[in-house]
């Protein structure tokens, strides 16, 4: 009999890997998505025929606890939330409801109706904040630097709360950047793809950016979903960070990927102090021995072929927007 699993922020770059990856290892995947006028699935348009959608949303317990009734997952991986960094310090109070609280709700709807799932919960480096030490590790302390981060701290602790207290199987990925082709526009390592793109096809002249000296560990966001799911196999649910143990800077990034189209990045972008965040998080940097010593994970795509992978995949996405604007 298939595994069953329900994928939280299903729609999002995680949920549309982690669902590919389920669906090939033979699980039935239902997604828990938010109702709203316009229904945008574009990164999963070519999985929605293969799962199942529920409606959701991690601010309302009675439709948590009735999507969970509707499943009846084996395993829930919550990677809903408001993750972007930038809008956390302008709605503090709605990222601080869904992305910390909202974890709380979902698992108190879990402890409710199917107490013997396994539970993902997606923690994420930005907890690390000013760090305490390098490279940081599962016991590395936080210091969160943004209401973004305070939010994701609330609800690692949460979930290591009601593992001890109620007995559930639940586990946090403290996942350091990752990324893919898949990335929303507003992140920065996809803003400045795109924009590569757009300024070798002519679209655009220059890329404005904010702090570009903050050093990130980031990798492929399809080599970490297999993390997500190696967690819950376990016996015994535990907490692992996931990178790629490297870091690398904004500008970095910038560098490999305007080579990528033979141009030289510093004749292009320009720093704007709009762009610079109220508390900066300059270096995080991950040790995820844990998890390549316990589960036998580590990741695959190196940083310039993560960055390479990227631009082409812009590249044709917007070769394919010129014939539109041309009037062809």
Same mark, same amino acid.
């Given at each position: 009999?298939?595994?069953?699993?329900?994928?939280?922020?299903?729609?999002?770059?995680?949920?549309?890997?982690?669902?590919?990856?389920?669906?090939?290892?033979?699980?039935?995947?239902?997604?828990?998505?938010?109702?709203?006028?316009?229904?945008d699935y574009g990164r999963i348009n070519h999985l929605v025929d293969r799962v199942k959608l529920l409606d959701g949303d991690l601010l309302d317990e009675a439709s948590l606890?009735?999507?969970?009734?509707?499943?009846?997952?084996?395993?829930?991986?919550?990677?809903?939330?408001?993750?972007?960094?930038?809008?956390?310090?302008?709605?503090?109070?709605?990222?601080?409801?869904?992305?910390?609280?909202?974890?709380?709700?979902?698992?108190?709807?879990?402890?409710?109706?199917?107490?013997?799932?396994?539970?993902?919960?997606?923690?994420?480096?930005?907890?690390?904040?000013?760090?305490?030490?390098?490279?940081?590790?599962?016991?590395?302390?936080?210091?969160?630097?943004?209401? #973004?981060?305070?939010?994701? !701290?609330?609800?690692? @602790?949460?979930?290591?709360?009601?593992? $001890?207290?109620?007995?559930?199987? +639940? %586990?946090?990925?403290?996942?350091?950047?990752?990324?893919?082709?898949?990335?929303?526009?507003?992140?920065?390592?996809?803003?400045?793809?795109?924009?590569?793109?757009?300024?070798?096809?002519?679209?655009?002249?220059?890329?404005?950016?904010?702090?570009?000296?903050?050093?990130?560990?980031?990798? #492929?966001?399809?080599?970490? !979903?297999?993390?997500? @799911?190696?967690?819950?196999?376990?016996? $015994?649910?535990?907490?692992?960070? +996931? %990178?790629?143990?490297?870091?690398?800077?904004?500008?970095?990034?910038?560098?490999?990927?305007?080579?990528?189209?033979?141009?030289?990045?510093?004749?292009?972008?320009?720093?704007?102090?709009?762009?610079?965040?109220?508390?900066?998080?300059?270096?995080?940097?991950?040790?995820?021995?844990?998890?390549?010593?316990?589960?036998?994970?580590?990741?695959?795509?190196?940083?310039?072929?993560?960055?390479?992978?990227?631009?082409?995949?812009?590249?044709?996405?917007?070769?394919?927007?010129?014939?539109?604007?041309?009037?062809?």
């Amino acid at each position: 009999m298939a595994r069953k699993a329900l994928i939280t922020g299903i729609t999002g770059q995680d949920g549309s890997y982690l669902t590919e990856l389920l669906l090939e290892k033979g699980y039935e995947v239902s997604g828990m998505v938010r109702r709203t006028s316009a229904d945008d699935y574009g990164r999963i348009n070519h999985l929605v025929d293969r799962v199942k959608l529920l409606d959701g949303d991690l601010l309302d317990e009675a439709s948590l606890i009735h999507t969970l009734d509707d499943c009846q997952p084996d395993e829930i991986y919550n990677l809903a939330a408001q993750s972007f960094v930038a809008t956390s310090f302008r709605q503090a109070v709605l990222t601080g409801e869904v992305t910390g609280l909202g974890v709380t709700r979902l698992l108190d709807a879990i402890r409710t109706v199917v107490p013997k799932a396994r539970y993902y919960q997606a923690s994420s480096s930005e907890m690390f904040g000013r760090v305490r030490e390098t490279p940081q590790n599962e016991d590395t302390g936080f210091y969160p630097r943004s209401p #973004y981060g305070v939010a994701k !701290v609330y609800g690692h @602790w949460i979930t290591v709360n009601y593992r $001890e207290a109620y007995g559930l199987h +639940a %586990s946090s990925g403290i996942l350091f950047n990752h990324e893919s082709p898949r990335r929303g526009k507003q992140f920065v390592t996809r803003k400045i793809t795109d924009a590569v793109a757009r300024i070798h096809h002519g679209l655009q002249d220059e890329l404005a950016l904010g702090n570009l000296d903050a050093r990130r560990d980031w990798g #492929y966001a399809g080599d970490y !979903v297999e993390l997500m @799911w190696r967690m819950l196999q376990q016996d $015994e649910p535990d907490d692992y960070v +996931a %990178s790629t143990g490297e870091t690398h800077s904004v500008g970095e990034f910038c560098e490999i990927a305007f080579a990528a189209v033979d141009l030289d990045w510093k004749q292009y972008v320009v720093t704007n102090p709009e762009f610079m965040r109220p508390a900066e998080v300059d270096l995080l940097l991950g040790d995820s021995s844990k998890a390549r010593t316990k589960l036998g994970w580590e990741p695959k795509v190196s940083f310039k072929e993560l960055v390479t992978m990227m631009v082409e995949s812009d590249l044709e996405l917007v070769a394919r927007e010129l014939p539109a604007r041309q009037g062809t």
